[in-house]
């Protein structure tokens, strides 16, 4: 029982002194937009591949394709990313 409350012990002071360090060091990234796809996303031209119609239809991203939400552009048009709302992008036409 020893060994376990003395490893115990040693896992709480390691993870402690982890927060520690880490907080003293900070979180700064070079890429601040990583993660925030729909954010990388904002000022490229893509091309729209469902309607949109009643501010909803799809855009060709890459080789995907994400929900927009905008002014009506048929298919083809091309629309700038002026920003995301999750998953969805917002676009208005080029």
Do not use: C
Request: charged share 20%.
């Amino acid at each position: 029982i020893g060994q376990l409350v003395l490893f115990s012990l040693l896992a709480v002071a390691a993870v402690y002194s982890a927060r520690q360090s880490y907080r003293k060091i900070g979180n700064t990234s070079t890429d601040p937009m990583l993660n925030d796809r729909g954010g990388r996303l904002t000022g490229e031209i893509v091309t729209v591949i469902e309607a949109i119609q009643n501010g909803h239809g799809r855009v060709k991203v890459g080789d995907g394709a994400w929900p927009a939400r905008g002014a009506d552009a048929g298919v083809g048009d091309r629309v700038r990313v002026t920003g995301a709302d999750g998953a969805v992008l917002l676009v208005e036409v080029v």
